[in-house]
């Protein structure tokens, strides 16, 4: 390989996963300190890479997002033309690093280690990478001292829109909860960080929406504490930039398979410190009411009596396995179904699951005879 390779990645969207993904342009560039990353993304997620020292090159992908997916025919072109520049010499290697829909057979329970599992060469540091500007430090400082930050005992920062099906809170639920708290922790600031507006009469809940999606970073530097539903902020949060906070996660125990987002057991499994997190599912609003309250008052009180253990629904994962629709051909399909073997290694080794697997793989092999014999 040339001293001073190209290298192209292709990750299109979204937020969260392109930003778990700058782990391995910061690889790149520690390997092969000379070589050119240049990145093929979503103008939709640009913001994610923009002004990371590890990525040379910006190549926006814009789209009409009402007719064009960036998982079908968006990323079949951009695929194609990467292909093309890569056979005609402009770029040494290509990484086709987003999941869906060519790299489902590698998923073995979560979405980092699912990216890498590709990877002959996966990085040793798994920290995502962003790099802010000095006028969105600016906005930061302007935010904070608008709302007067430091009138208040803590400052919690709150994340409420999902969009995996990874937990079961929403906006609206978040504002019913923040406004029966609000009154009672009257010296408790609570940022309610948002692509959407919010309107509520309390003064300590506040709309963070007029800040992007990166600022949140240097947001987290001005707070305590931290909400969540394992979303883009979430995993921002993990970044180099932002600040290590306490967090409750609020997540669903039997989250469809590829939408299971359990921020432990993703840092179990690299070995990453968890213990500034607490996760818990999905509680009437009573109980979560006092699980946030206790959260809030005594951290260390409310992980040893609310934390869960939470772990990939098998049940679900084979389910979608074996109706997977990704491809007519049975050979990707088989291929699809190789990636129980990664989940299997990481997640079951019970006698339950060898027999659905068993199951699955004879349903499977049925389905394509019956199919082989109605077209004779």
Not at 67 to 88: F, M
Not at 143 to 152: E, G, I, N, T
Request: charged fraction near 25%.
């Amino acid at each position: 390989m040339k001293t001073n390779p190209h290298f192209l990645i292709v990750h299109l969207v979204s937020n969260g996963d392109c930003l778990m993904s700058t782990a391995f342009a910061h690889h790149l560039k520690t390997i092969h300190p000379h070589c050119t990353i240049t990145w093929a993304i979503s103008y939709k997620c640009k913001q994610v890479i923009g002004h990371n020292n590890d990525v040379d090159h910006i190549w926006e992908i814009t789209y009409d997002a009402e007719k064009d997916s960036p998982y079908q025919t968006i990323w079949s072109k951009v695929k194609q033309e990467a292909l093309a520049l890569k056979k005609k010499g402009t770029f040494q290697e290509v990484f086709f690093l987003q999941i869906p829909p060519d790299n489902h057979h590698y998923f073995d329970g979560t979405t980092r280690s699912t990216l890498f599992n590709q990877l002959k060469d996966k990085p040793s540091d798994l920290t995502p990478r962003i790099h802010l500007t000095d006028i969105e430090v600016q906005n930061v400082s302007d935010f904070a001292l608008k709302h007067d930050f430091k009138s208040y005992q803590k400052v919690v920062l709150i994340e409420c829109a999902p969009s995996s099906g990874q937990s079961f809170i929403n906006l609206e639920l978040m504002l019913e909860l923040l406004e029966r708290l609000a009154p009672v922790l009257n010296n408790h600031l609570f940022i309610v960080s948002s692509h959407l507006k919010i309107n509520t009469a309390y003064k300590n809940i506040i709309d963070a929406s007029a800040l992007t999606y990166r600022e949140n970073a240097e947001l987290s530097k001005y707070c305590s504490h931290f909400i969540g539903c394992s979303s883009g902020i979430s995993w921002l949060l993990t970044s180099n930039w932002a600040k290590e906070l306490k967090q409750l996660q609020l997540l669903k125990k039997n989250a469809p398979a590829h939408g299971f987002a359990s921020l432990v057991y993703d840092f179990k499994h690299h070995g990453i410190d968890h213990q500034h997190i607490i996760e818990c599912d999905d509680k009437s609003n009573s109980e979560l009411l006092e699980i946030i309250e206790c959260f809030l008052s005594d951290f260390e009180k409310a992980k040893q009596k609310y934390h869960q253990t939470l772990v990939p629904y098998t049940h679900s994962y084979l389910k979608e396995v074996l109706y997977y629709k990704g491809t007519e051909s049975f050979k990707n399909y088989l291929k699809h179904l190789g990636s129980v073997r990664l989940y299997r290694k990481r997640n079951a080794r019970s006698l339950f699951f060898e027999y659905q697997y068993k199951v699955l793989l004879s349903i499977a092999f049925l389905k394509e005879t019956l199919k082989r014999r109605l077209r004779h």
